[in-house]
């Protein structure tokens, strides 16, 4: 039954080719259809496609992790497609192959099926990226993340030669270690570009401030979600904790350089693409000390950090001008950008504290010495857009449809309820921190008790 | 500065796949591993007995040509993925031209291109249509059929300039990706797995065999013979 959830958005995306403007109206079903489904499923389930066992066909491996990723990311895709004025004509479509491939990214348990479905994931995105005639931005994009689908398949390759399998499991179980520094480089470079990783990142500025509320809302929150988790679930699971000491130091890289540069930006729309580098950065080091409270802490910030940047970058490409004619949407907008910096009573003060408190129980020092620097800077150019935004000399206005409004402000409200309650989302990054460290249950629930 | 860089980089990836060659196995001492082997012998669920052409019965899998068992049976999923990757890149070449009108020269085509096609034509849509029929026998299959197809539909587009199939190809290409998850949800629904081969496999080597193989094999022909035509005929446009 898990197949479905592949195969019914990917079903309604073949069958509205013909009818490409229809398609905005069936997408909101669509992903309650998913959801309805994902709670009717049971955990730990594995379902092996075609029939054929693991290790020699494709599974798809409903854990805890997989489940609750699948619930954030298809919440995420429900959000955007009830607001589908951002969606330009046709392109729902492409958010419908974009659900079917990050859900089949999440579910999968077979290494060549997840390049498959990243190969998928970045064809869809490279279209998404040229919207508002954004060609340079998209032919980057489209450019660096070939070459990274390129080292992801190598990666692949070279862990079938090491393994005779392609199954995560197997690989994971028997992969000969000499091969493991290969693969594991060649698949950190294919994932580095689109988990947004400094050197292989130059794409996102460009891409995220092409105008288009639709890209970077959907990019920057609902693929790198799932693009984080497989990075979890192949650096944490199948490798056991190899390698991470590497991405640490490129996370910390990442973080810091990518929030100097957003400092320096004129435009709000390249400050916020640096900032969303920035805060894959920090997350990815805090997931790559290994211990359970830090990983814990490294996805309760990645939930935190995509709730901020819808609102964010949603507002800052529909609304044009001053906030004191949009007010409801400029509190939205601010509550979002305090909640990045981290101001207390908001969401992201809560998992900027639990990254601190597990990064000291680690014995890790280095880690806060870069968060609070960083933060510094965060707070200083949030602060100038927030002023710049509330009072500038622009009069233009144009009217902001009253669902944008409404739905920043729900979400608005929801980071104020996180940071005062944050039961919900640390139950959510509870339960996937605990899907990807059980190691010896993963292998068991896909191999069948070997 | 910055072709310092490029060259430092380049020169530490060569490094690093220079080094990579050590570990690999030496060329033509492979040993088979053991899924390999499963997927040559056909016995996944069965015992690894040696499979013999035209004799074999009732196999897990019928397909005499092993890479299409492995395409289109043991690792299905994958090729459902691959179907997407070429749907998506047509949906985007059609998206990201729309608006541009046709090109037209204002004057017949060629008199030896427009007679040769009606010679032409039918050859190759029929040898389009050999490929992928016998996917499962023979090298070939959907892709390299439908691929086929779409070179007489793009001789069709340069001999005549008021063809326009784009219409039309959006809906075969619609019905035929749609038939292939319906296919998937069939076999969900008789065997409980998605994508699972419920039709007898037949002897191995017969034109009537292995299941829903061949029939995966003239939809995925079909659907790619469409997005190829799509793609040709938005790309037909003036910039």
Excluded: C
């Amino acid at each position: 039954m898990t197949a479905l959830l592949i195969a019914i958005p990917l079903l309604t995306a073949f069958l509205f080719v013909p009818f490409k403007e229809k398609a905005k109206f069936i997408l909101p079903i669509i992903v309650l259809i998913n959801i309805v489904l994902l709670f009717n499923l049971s955990i730990n389930s594995v379902e092996a496609m075609g029939g054929w066992k693991a290790p020699f066909g494709i599974v798809l491996v409903l854990d805890s992790a997989s489940f609750y990723t699948l619930l954030v990311v298809n919440i995420i895709f429900l959000i955007i497609s009830l607001i589908p004025q951002i969606t330009e004509n046709g392109f729902s479509i492409l958010l419908l192959i974009l659900l079917a491939s990050t859900n089949g990214l999440i579910l999968t348990g077979d290494i060549f099926n997840s390049f498959v479905f990243l190969e998928i994931t970045a064809a869809a995105a490279y279209i998404i990226a040229s919207l508002k005639k954004n060609y340079y931005g998209a032919y980057k994009y489209l450019i660096v993340g070939s070459i990274a689908g390129g080292f992801y398949l190598l990666g692949a390759i070279y862990s079938y030669v090491g393994t005779g399998s392609l199954n995560f499991a197997d690989i994971s179980l028997n992969l000969n270690s000499s091969f493991l520094p290969f693969v594991s480089l060649m698949l950190f470079i294919g994932l580095a570009v689109e988990t947004k990783i400094l050197p292989l990142a130059g794409w996102v500025p460009d891409v995220y401030a092409s105008g288009s509320p639709l890209t970077p809302a959907i990019l920057g929150t609902g693929v790198t979600f799932t693009m984080m988790y497989l990075l979890g679930r192949i650096f944490i699971t199948i490798f056991n904790g190899y390698f991470l000491d590497v991405l640490y130091i490129f996370g910390l890289l990442t973080l810091i350089l990518a929030e100097i540069a957003a400092f320096r930006q004129e435009k709000l729309l390249k400050a916020l693409a640096f900032s969303s580098i920035a805060q894959a950065g920090l997350v990815l080091s805090t997931i790559s000390l290994n211990t359970y409270d830090a990983i814990k802490a490294g996805y309760f910030h990645l939930l935190n950090d995509a709730t901020a940047k819808i609102i964010l970058f949603v507002i800052a490409a529909t609304v044009v001008g001053n906030f004191m004619k949009n007010k409801t949407a400029g509190i939205s907008f601010s509550i979002a950008s305090f909640s990045l910096i981290g101001f207390p009573i908001f969401a992201g003060f809560r998992s900027k504290l639990l990254i601190l408190q597990s990064s000291f129980e680690k014995g890790d020092y280095l880690l806060p010495t870069v968060l609070l620097f960083s933060t510094i800077i965060e707070a200083a150019y949030l602060l100038k857009w927030n002023v710049r935004l509330w009072h500038n000399e622009n009069e233009e206005t144009k009217q902001i449809p009253w669902n944008i409004v409404l739905i920043t402000l729900i979400l608005a409200l929801l980071i104020i309820f996180i940071g005062i309650f944050p039961d919900l989302y640390l139950k959510v990054s509870e339960n996937i921190t605990d899907g990807l460290m059980n190691y010896k249950a993963y292998v068991t629930t896909v191999l069948g008790g070997m | 500065m910055r072709r310092v860089f490029a060259l430092l980089i380049s020169l530490g990836l060569i490094l690093f796949f220079v080094n990579s060659l050590s570990i690999l196995p030496e060329y033509g001492n492979v040993e088979l591993s053991k899924v390999s082997n499963a997927y040559i012998n056909k016995s996944v669920n069965g015992n690894n007995e040696k499979v013999k052409f035209g004799e074999s019965k009732d196999l897990e899998d019928g397909a005499a040509n092993v890479v299409t068992s492995i395409v289109v049976d043991y690792r299905s999923f994958d090729t459902l993925g691959e179907v997407t990757v070429l749907f998506t890149s047509a949906l985007g070449v059609g998206l990201i031209l729309h608006g541009f009108k046709r090109k037209t020269y204002g004057r017949l085509p060629n008199f030896i291109l427009r007679v040769s096609v009606g010679i032409l034509l039918p050859l190759i849509l029929l040898f389009g249509v050999y490929v992928f029929v016998h996917g499962h026998l023979t090298p070939g299959g959907g892709f390299p059929g439908g691929t086929i197809i779409a070179a007489g539909i793009l001789l069709l587009y340069l001999s005549n300039e008021e063809f326009d199939l784009s219409k039309t190809s959006k809906f075969v290409e619609s019905y035929a990706g749609s038939l292939y998850i319906v296919v998937g949800l069939v076999g969900l629904a008789i065997g409980g797995v998605f994508l699972i081969n419920f039709l007898p496999t037949g002897v191995v080597g017969d034109l009537f065999s292995a299941g829903i193989v061949p029939i995966v094999y003239i939809l995925i022909g079909f659907k790619v013979g469409a997005e190829l035509s799509g793609v040709i005929a938005d790309l037909y446009r003036e910039g």
